[in-house]
Each structure stands twice: as C-alpha cells, then as structure tokens.
C-alpha cells in the first residue's frame, strides 16, 4: 500500500488561484499507472466530484468547476495536479485524492487515500 498526500490548499480571497497536488508518499514502478479522482467535501455537505484524469489521459470536470480548474499529470513525479483559478466561496472544502479503482493494476500497491487539504475562499 502507498498512502497518497495531497498539498497546495490554504486561504485564497475570491478569484484568486491554487494549485494542488496529489503525491504518492513511497516509490513504486513507473508501469504501475492509475486513474485518479479529486473530490472536495464541505462541513455538512456530501461528498462532490471535482475532476478526473485516467490512465489514457482522458480527463473529466465537474460542471461547477469546468473551465476554471484543470488536472494533470507528472507520471514520472507520481503526482497528480488540480490547478484552480476564478475561485468561488461555494470551493471551500476539504479537497482530496484517491484511486478511481479499489483494486490496483497486478503487481502495484494499493493507493491509499489521503487526509486531505483544506480550501477556503471567503466570502
């Protein structure tokens, strides 16, 4: 099992940017590809989808995030990106990574969710 880290939140005022990154914490082989998904979820709201990048590179948003946030990929850094721009209060959240898939490609670690990163854009 890998644990998955992700960065890059704080406090941004209203149409400001940030960009944050989903990193594996341990080594693992470059064949080992996953798709991987963004979710946010705020204090007493469900869980939302964000965004998702899969193993060949297609990419999908949210609609109340599409045309401001775009994901991508380092491969060889292990590290997924979510870079946000025209942020909104309704962003604020806890922003979180994971596998798109429980179980992992034969012969790679599991990748394991991580604690999050916080987002908040005052109103």
């Known amino acids: 099992q890998v644990q998955l880290v992700e960065s890059g939140g704080g406090s941004v005022q209203p149409g400001g940017s940030l960009r944050l990154a989903c990193a594996a914490s341990?080594?693992?082989?470059?064949?080992?590809?996953?798709?991987i998904i963004w979710y946010r979820q705020a204090p007493g709201k469900e869980r939302e989808f964000v965004s998702r990048?899969?193993?060949?590179?297609?990419?999908g948003y949210a609609d109340s995030v599409k045309g401001r946030f775009t994901i991508s990929r380092d491969s060889a850094a292990r590290t997924v990106y979510l870079r946000m721009t025209s942020l909104k209060p309704d962003d604020t959240a806890l922003y979180y990574c994971?596998?798109?898939?429980?179980?992992?490609?034969?012969?790679?670690?599991?990748?394991?969710r991580g604690q999050g990163t916080q987002v908040t854009v005052p109103s």
């Open positions: 994971t596998a798109a898939r429980l179980i992992p490609p034969r012969g790679c670690p599991t990748l394991l």
């Open positions: 341990a080594y693992y082989h470059s064949y080992c590809q996953y798709s």
């Open positions: 990048i899969n193993i060949n590179g297609t990419i």
